[in-house]
C-alpha cells in the first residue's frame, strides 16, 4: 500500500476535512499504539507543516515523551506543570495563542510561540496528551480542537 498523504492547501477545516480520512486509513489497519501515534504525529506535521506535534504519555507522576516531529524535546513533564501538565491536571484541551503569556510555559525550542495541548482520556483518566507547537502567534482555535480530538479517538488507547 502506498503510504503517500494527499496534502490539500486551502482552509484549516479543509485541510482537516482531506487529512482526516486518510489518518483513519492508516491507524484503522493497525493495533500497534506507538506505530499509530508515529503516523499521526508524521501526517499533522506533513500537512500542516507545525514545529512540533506528538505525544507525552503518562507514566506514574510524570508525561513522558513518545513519538513526535520536530525538534528535540523536554522527555519529562510533571503533572500540573507547563501547557501539557496543566492539560493533563484539568483533563481538558488549552489553547495558549502566546506562550510567552501562559505562566509556567516550557520552552522546549524558543520557536515555539503558540500551542494547543489535548488530553487523551480513556475510561476517564487522561493516559497522554497531544501537543503541538507552532512558530507562528495565535495559530490554534476551535476548529484544531474539534478535528485534533476527533483524531485522537482513532487510536485505541
Ligand atoms: N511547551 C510544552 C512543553 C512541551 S514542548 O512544547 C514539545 C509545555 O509547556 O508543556
Known sequence: ?????????????L????????VEALVSVETDRVANMAN??????EQFQWLWVGFY??????????????????????????????????AETLIVPDVEKFPGHIACSSLSASEIVIPIIKEGTVVGVLDV??????????TDKIWLEKMLRFIQW
Open 1 to 13: 500500500m502506498a503510504e503517500d498523504l494527499l496534502i490539500r492547501k486551502g482552509s484549516k477545516q
Open 15 to 22: 485541510q482537516y476535512e482531506t487529512l482526516y480520512p486518510q
Open 40 to 45: 499521526m504525529a508524521a501526517a499533522l506535521k
Open 57 to 90: 504519555l503518562v507514566k506514574e507522576d510524570e508525561l513522558v515523551l513518545g513519538p513526535f516531529q520536530g525538534p528535540v524535546a523536554c522527555t519529562r513533564i510533571k503533572k500540573g506543570r507547563g501547557v501539557c501538565g496543566t492539560s493533563w491536571a484539568k
Open 133 to 142: 507547537d507552532s512558530v507562528l502567534p495565535d495559530q490554534f482555535d476551535e
